[in-house]
């Protein structure tokens, strides 16, 4: 551990955890990516693009800012102003504490207290550990308040097919319903089936400009693959609460570039336990009496290359 960042190693995977954020700057398998690394980590600065970082209390948009919750009104920060949404929670750019580190894995604690349109005291804790191929993860919401809060996570996740170029790479995503979004990234009508979105169980990536939201079915967790041409790469499966999965390409077309990748493109799969829009919605929102909690986990697996 040293300043704002705890380096986590075994023979064959090492991950630095970056405290701004509580997320993952780097993690590579026999020297080789399986998440997209930024530079500086633990500087003044968040992530950039949430990249790799916990989303709490809330994942993903929330409409105008504003939700009511149990007949009260409640004001957020606009963190997004283009859109006028608050976007992704409020612990992805706070300085995490290390509760408890080891050569191979970390824990790290957040307590911000009530904030800025939410009134209620919740904890978050994060836990990393890494194993012979990839970093096992898990996340845990506790609802520290005397009356029940509403709540959902997620992360923002940026596969890397062991550094392939995202252009050369295909992305496996499970069965799924599409979660139409309207051009705020909010909901806009029913669930359907996907028929141009990311429609095969294998879909190339090559030129995609991709901003959408997927669901899940059922009772199990997401398995997602991303590879490279060497048939290389990574696998993110996830349990069973996080069936929403907000896929998204970092590309210098739409003004959000990936610092340090090709035309600055990068693709993000951001497991949530709720969509877009659910503290308006209620949609996979949990309720949390006092001393209740959500907790959530996910691995990253290396895929070795094809022989």
């Known amino acids: ?17 970056d405290l701004r954020g509580g997320g993952i700057a780097q993690l590579t398998w026999r020297g080789r990516d399986l998440l997209e690394s930024y530079p500086h980590p633990g500087g003044p600065d968040p992530a950039p693009l949430h990249a790799n970082t916990v989303l709490a209390p809330w994942p993903n948009r929330t409409r105008d800012a504003r939700f009511s919750f149990d007949g009260h009104s409640h004001r957020l920060t606009v963190t ?9 929670g409020f612990v992805a750019g706070r ?15 957040l307590a911000p207290g009530p904030q800025p349109g939410w009134p209620w005291d919740l904890r978050f804790t994060v836990t990393y550990r890494l194993t012979d191929d990839g970093l096992a993860a898990g996340l845990t ?3 520290a308040a005397g009356q029940t809060a509403p709540a959902a996570c997620g992360v923002h996740l940026y596969p890397s097919a062991l550094g392939a170029a995202t252009d050369d790479c295909t992305l496996v995503v ?14 806009a009508g029913p ?22 939201c997927l669901h899940v079915p059922g009772q199990g967790g997401a398995d997602i693959r991303l590879t490279g041409p060497d048939g290389g790469g990574v696998a993110l499966r996830t349990s ?17 570039p990936f610092p340090g990748r090709p035309d600055g493109r990068a693709v993000a799969v951001e497991p949530m336990t709720a969509p877009p829009d659910a503290l308006n919605s209620g949609t996979g929102l949990a309720r949390l009496p006092p001393g209740g909690e959500l907790h959530c986990s996910w691995t990253v697996t290396a895929i070795p290359p094809v022989p």
């Not at 380096?7 to 991950?15: F, G, I, N, P």
């Not at 997004?80 to 992704?88: D, G």
């Not at 499970?174 to 909901?187: A, F, M, N, Q, S």
């Open 174 to 187: 499970p069965d799924h319903r599409l979660v139409p979004l309207d051009d705020r990234g909010l909901p």
């Open 95 to 109: 300085r995490w504490t290390v509760s408890s580190a080891r050569a191979d894995a970390a824990t790290l604690t």
């Open 141 to 143: 919401v506790y609802n």
């Open 240 to 256: 069973t609460g996080l069936r929403w999965l907000q896929v998204f390409t970092a590309d210098r077309r739409c003004g959000m």
């Open 80 to 88: 997004e102003p283009a859109r006028n949404t608050a976007l992704h």
């Open 191 to 212: 669930e359907s089936a996907d028929r141009g979105v990311l429609p095969a169980r294998a879909n190339p990536l090559r030129g995609r400009l991709l901003d959408h």
């Open 1 to 17: 551990m040293s300043g704002a960042v705890v380096t986590l190693a075994t023979a064959a995977c090492a991950a630095t955890v």
